[in-house]
DNA sequence: GGAACGCTTCGGCCGCGGCCGAAGTATCGG
DNA sequence: CCGATACTTCGGCCGCGGCCGAAGCGTTCC
């Protein structure tokens, strides 16, 4: 009787996003890292036995994927498409409610600075560096895509992007993610994740306590200045500096 | 005190999403037409005033929009973004649990088949699409993203799709679409829209009656199979030859 | 070995929210 | 005006599921 096949999964995959524990511990992940039951029970702040249910139902569900590390046990996101989907309900999320209560703490205000998104980086900075590689040629954007121009592949093998590895042929893999804080696309895809390790690898960016935000360290700061035009005090400045 | 600040409406976003009646719901209208509220009571198999609150909830998210129309209250998807995250929460239902009870009725048949999927051609017939397209370098496929080829923007130009149009400059809006009964990606983006487009207009499909499915005209087979190389009876035919 | 720690399982409480019947409100046709 | 249609609002029932306390493993460290 049934006119659909996925209609009941897609209403169980949003039910387990229908938690708010739940949704809090899916977007701490969406930080791109491990993290244990304990850690994840103080994120979405209820007990290690309610955190635990919750856990078995989103690994059982395929969202989570289980490490285990001695007497630790570390649950990741299951695979990128998980992030993908959490990305745009989060966009969508965004976007319907703007005008909302927004109490703006300050380590909201660091995660609007900047932040990673699953694999990629997020928040200001993201933007800013989608915006300076669309500015100078090498990426084209639309609502639905992107592309990496001739010029940008020369332009990111320079900064030490590797891009024959991913790319069978040119101009692929590269993504908008629809930025909630932004309200406009930062760079996700192969490019996007490539594109943030390197600034990991470069010292850039580090990963603050606690938090998906990112910090830029002074060395990130002119680098991010020099090669992609971003102005350190404009768009990357913390506001109130410090708190966390 | 909290860390994040989309959390409560990713949460907010998800419970409406995990609702069964407004799961069936939204994939009704993910065929891409504009239901009344009777008609979607139909789908969600709920009484109308059950419905109605439901569509309460979906407009007030900003998930749906109302068109009024004399006596009529016609509901549709707000915007493209609510259809991707649709598609993107069914991409992962659909992977999560492969191993499922699969009662597979014969509307279910017609639904692998070929189907819309919000403005793009889904089902058997859009992934032949997608891997006819990539077959003749129209387009270049990854992961995350595709981009059509200079051969592949005079490829649909002769088809009758005005590339020129929407895009300002080239390789861009081909996104694919992971399809949820074939696994595999079928053409979504600014790109898959239009090529459906031109398809109801060449008559080479039309909508089926109370579902999603398409139904592909003996025009639209021939064109098919001599455009694009997609045989009828192998990728069409609402048998059960079981492709794997 | 024993204690501490991290996590899971069990049991019971409780509240949110979906559901429908009945009644109320718009719009159209005669 | 009146009835029909299409939809919404109201009220109440009821069940699902999140929450925590307590207790039960399994690891690690001394």
């Known amino acids: 009787m049934s006119t659909m096949i996925s209609d009941v999964t897609?209403?169980?995959?949003?039910?387990?996003?229908?938690?708010?524990?739940?949704?809090?511990?899916?977007?701490?992940?969406?930080?791109g890292g491990a993290l244990t039951a304990g850690e994840?029970?103080?994120?979405?702040?209820?007990?290690?036995?309610?955190?635990?249910?919750?856990?078995?139902?989103?690994?059982?569900?395929?969202l989570l994927?289980?490490?285990?590390?001695g007497r630790h046990r570390y649950y990741r996101l299951a695979s990128p498409?998980?992030?993908?989907?959490?990305?745009?309900?989060?966009?969508?999320?965004?976007?319907?409610?703007?005008?909302?209560h927004r109490p703006s703490s300050r380590i909201d205000e660091a995660l609007k600075a900047a932040r990673t998104c699953y694999d990629h980086i997020a928040g200001r900075l993201g933007v800013?560096?989608?915006?300076?590689?669309?500015?100078?040629?090498?990426?084209?954007?639309?609502?639905?895509?992107?592309a990496v121009t001739l010029h940008g592949e020369k332009f990111l093998a320079d900064f030490g992007i590797d891009l024959a590895d991913a790319m069978?042929?040119?101009?692929?893999?590269?993504?908008?993610?629809?930025?909630?804080s932004e309200r406009r696309p930062h760079i996700a895809g192969a490019i996007g994740s490539k594109l943030a390790r390197r600034c990991f690898d470069l010292g850039w960016i580090r990963r603050m306590k606690?938090?998906?935000?990112?910090?830029?360290?002074?060395?990130?700061?002119?680098?991010?200045r020099?090669?992609?035009?971003?102005?350190?005090?404009?768009t990357l400045a913390e506001r109130k500096p410090k708190a966390a």
Chains 1, 2 share one sequence.
């Open 65 to 69: 994927a289980l490490e285990r590390q």
């Open 168 to 180: 069978r042929q040119r101009r692929c893999f590269c993504r908008p993610c629809l930025d909630w």
């Open 210 to 224: 606690d938090t998906r935000a990112l910090a830029i360290t002074p060395r990130g700061a002119e680098g991010f």
């Open 226 to 234: 020099e090669l992609f035009g971003i102005a350190a005090d404009s």
């Open 81 to 100: 498409l998980v992030a993908q989907m959490l990305e745009s309900v989060g966009a969508v999320a965004a976007i319907q409610c703007p005008p909302r």
């Open 10 to 31: 897609i209403a169980e995959i949003g039910a387990l996003l229908g938690d708010s524990a739940r949704a809090n511990m899916l977007s701490a992940l969406m930080g």
């Open 40 to 62: 994840l029970a103080w994120y979405a702040r209820v007990t290690p036995q309610t955190v635990s249910g919750h856990l078995a139902k989103l690994t059982a569900a395929g």
């Open 128 to 146: 800013a560096l989608a915006d300076a590689l669309v500015a100078n040629a090498s990426i084209l954007w639309s609502e639905d895509g992107g």
